[in-house]
């Protein structure tokens, strides 16, 4: 099995969706870089190696695992991924709720041609990669294929601005305490300020799925900065995790 749910996957109740998510091994740790628009702070500090379960040896392996099966293998791995959804839309029918799946749930692949074999299943992903954004924007992927763009500290804020102002979502990662186990979760901004302009904030650690029948359009997803006390650091020191102005 290849989709799998995690603990902010599951972070749904309430809304009408079944949803899964592909975990490979971010960036270029399984020798096979996946992330072609990472910088230097997202690689350094990325939360799907360095927080919650990808801490975890298992989880790390059977990440690096199915990676190096992606590209090893394709079509066993194209395969096996499409018996996963055949399930997962199965399950959805019997809950009575939509199946939704988040490809790159840490990496940043195209994977239309399977999107498109599934147009009855939400797709949604973060990317970093601009020209992909741009054709999302534009209306030239599939329609059943919502996408945010995940901001680092090394995208322009005047790009980020013309994303927003076309109607795209950003993510932007705020130096903001997330420790919920111990109750201490912090305050987002309501609002921040990009190239000139105030732009909503939404806070995106309430659930996983972004799509804009629930998050709506034009607005900035806050996501609070996690990982080890060695991952946030690099984070803040690389300028990945935001604060104030920009």
Avoid at 181 to 188: A, N
Avoid at 221 to 231: C, D, H, P
Wanted: glycine content about 8%; charged content about 25%.
């Amino acid at each position: 099995m290849l989709l799998r749910t995690n603990a902010k996957l599951e972070k749904l109740a309430g809304l009408p969706y079944l949803s899964a998510g592909l975990t490979l091994a971010p960036h270029n740790l399984s020798g096979h870089n996946v992330c072609a628009g990472a910088s230097n702070g997202c690689a350094a500090s990325c939360v799907l190696w360095f927080a919650g379960l990808r801490v975890s040896s298992t989880s790390r392996h059977a990440a690096l695992r199915d990676t190096q099966w992606l590209f090893g293998h394709r079509r066993s791995f194209i395969d096996q991924l499409n018996r996963d959804i055949v399930n997962l839309v199965r399950l959805a029918e019997r809950k009575r709720v939509k199946p939704a799946v988040r490809l790159n749930v840490a990496s940043d692949l195209e994977w239309f041609d399977l999107i498109e074999r599934w147009p009855t299943v939400q797709f949604y992903d973060y990317t970093k990669i601009r020209s992909r954004f741009r054709d999302y924007l534009a209306g030239e992927l599939p329609a059943n294929y919502a996408l945010t763009f995940s901001r680092h500290e090394k995208h322009h804020p005047a790009t980020i601005a013309s994303f927003l102002r076309r109607g795209g979502n950003v993510a932007q990662v705020f130096d903001v305490d997330y420790h919920p186990q111990s109750g201490r979760v912090g305050d987002l901004p309501e609002s921040v300020r990009i190239h000139g302009r105030q732009w909503p904030v939404i806070d995106g650690d309430k659930h996983d799925i972004r799509i804009p029948s629930i998050d709506g359009r034009g607005v900035v997803v806050g996501l609070r900065l996690k990982g080890t006390n060695a991952a946030k650091s690099r984070a803040r020191v690389n300028g990945f995790a935001f604060k104030g102005e920009q």
